[in-house]
């Protein structure tokens, strides 16, 4: 395990990998290959936010909590799923919350790998996940993991939004300093939660004002179609 595509992020990350955490995590994921467990994503996907979006590029973080755990779903990217697969209920919702907030279509994918590359960090707190059981590998050290890239951005970038939906995520960044960054909060888009405030929150025109305040080029939400 280790970040060989990520250059920007391995002199901040690669010594977490030596951590006695980050060893006993790596054997716990062994035990369960050995298990003949599926896991997900794809070990070659663990760390695809940090490879699609470097750390000098971050602009926009969102925080997700697990991996979907069904077939060919998780690609690394939260909220996301690979191309020809359903949308997910969270992301329709967000989807909803775009039209209404800057009048961007629905997409009829649920691929955001073009967020990622255009500097939004779409980071899940638990990287991996065992098929059809939900939260499996929370608890095993990806937290503690998670927890060090959001320090590395909070530490060395600049005004960057952190869309922070749930009290899962807002928990994870408690440790954000708001006098250097833009610290977003609502509650969760799942269909249990989207009515009590993640609707009409204007998270994405909101961030895009503080990035253009801040001479950044705002994120176009927009999908493509394909």
Not at 89 to 100: D, G, I, R
Request: contains cysteine.
């Amino acid at each position: 395990m280790v970040l060989e595509n990520a250059p920007s992020w391995q002199a901040r990350l690669n010594g977490e990998f030596e951590r006695p955490y980050m060893q006993e995590l790596k054997q716990f994921l062994r035990a369960e290959k050995d298990q003949k467990k599926v896991i997900y994503p794809h070990s070659s996907n663990w760390f695809h936010a940090l490879e699609t979006t470097p750390l000098d590029d971050v602009k926009v973080v969102i925080l997700g909590q697990d991996p979907y755990h069904q077939p060919n779903q998780a690609h690394g990217l939260c909220f996301s799923v690979l191309p020809g697969i359903k949308t997910p209920p969270s992301l329709v919702n967000m989807y909803k919350e775009l039209q209404a907030d800057l009048d961007i279509t629905p997409a009829e994918h649920g691929y955001l790998e073009s967020w990622a590359e255009q500097g939004v960090l779409l980071l899940n707190a638990v990287l991996t996940v065992e098929d059809s059981n939900a939260n499996a590998h929370q608890g095993k050290g990806w937290e503690q993991f998670t927890d060090k890239v959001i320090s590395v951005v909070n530490e060395h970038c600049e005004h960057v939004v952190f869309m922070l939906w749930g009290s899962y995520a807002q928990k994870k960044g408690a440790m954000i300093d708001t006098s250097r960054h833009c610290v977003l909060k609502a509650p969760h888009p799942s269909p249990l939660s989207a009515y009590r405030g993640f609707f009409g929150c204007q998270h994405f025109s909101k961030a895009n004002q503080y990035l253009n305040e801040h001479d950044k080029v705002a994120i176009d939400w927009q999908l493509p179609v394909d």
